[in-house]
């Protein structure tokens, strides 16, 4: 059974940059049929997806995103890591981690890590 | 803002049949996934592709699309049904991945 964690700091500063792992554990991260994804909660809001990579490294970012998000997988470890630059208290949120099935007409995560919050504060 | 438009907020009686819709005009071309969210819980796969649910999700779910909208429907809606869903897809350019804004379902 596939299983996914994040892991991290749980308190950032502004301006610092945000790091999370997710490791994966139950299935290979080299799988050639799945991406793998992050995913981000506000307190009391609605789903934002934050970017995908697949097992080779190529990447896919939400726009409005992009320009301070950096995903990287590491198969050795059977791990994926996202990097957020400069964050603000904007970015506070639950993040979560997820394997990303994308095919020619589907889009889909499944399973889902258990969340992390990560707050942004002085 | 989302390319996927979802009401914030629907309600049903116990025992009968809700439809949960999701608008985007990349709906035309991609099928939306749905998943449920219980309160302090990561959100749950309950319905990808064109209508298909992952093990151990009740069969009272479903999904359906027509034109630029998708359908979650419940049959038979049971009190632990009661949750935050959101749709999920491409967005119209078939790049990126874009979520609904959530659907509040409230089981009276």
């Known amino acids: 059974q596939l299983q996914l964690q994040e892991s991290g700091p749980g308190l950032v500063k502004p301006s610092e940059t945000l790091s999370l792992t997710c490791t994966v554990s139950?299935?290979?991260?080299?799988?050639?049929?799945?991406?793998w994804g992050w995913i981000r909660q506000p307190p009391g809001k609605g789903l934002e997806w934050i970017g995908s990579?697949?097992?080779?490294?190529?990447?896919y970012y939400n726009p409005s995103l992009k320009s301070r998000v950096t995903i990287s997988v590491d198969t050795s470890k059977n791990q994926f890591s996202l990097k957020l630059s400069s964050v603000t208290a904007a970015d506070t949120a639950v993040y979560y981690c997820?394997?990303?099935?994308?095919?020619?007409?589907?889009?889909?995560?499944?399973?889902w890590g258990q969340g992390t919050l990560v707050t942004v504060s002085s | 803002s989302s390319e996927l438009t979802q009401d914030p907020a629907v309600s049903v009686a116990l025992g009968q049949t809700v439809r949960i819709t999701c608008q985007g005009d990349?709906?035309?071309?991609?099928?939306a996934s749905w998943y449920q969210q219980k309160p302090g819980q990561a959100p749950v796969l309950v319905i990808y592709?064109?209508?298909n649910r992952p093990s151990g999700i009740p069969d009272r779910f479903s999904g359906s699309s027509s034109g630029n909208t998708a359908s979650l429907t419940i049959t038979g809606a049971q009190a632990e049904d009661e949750a935050d869903y959101y749709c999920n897809s491409r967005d119209s350019s078939g790049n990126l991945v874009v979520f609904g804004g959530g659907t509040k379902l409230t089981v009276l």
């Open positions: 990349s709906l035309r071309s991609y099928y």
């Open positions: 139950g299935g290979s991260i080299s799988s050639s049929s799945y991406y």
């Open positions: 990579i697949y097992y080779s490294g190529s990447t």
């Open positions: 997820a394997r990303n099935i994308v095919a020619t007409q589907y889009n889909w995560f499944d399973p």
């Open positions: 592709g064109k209508n």
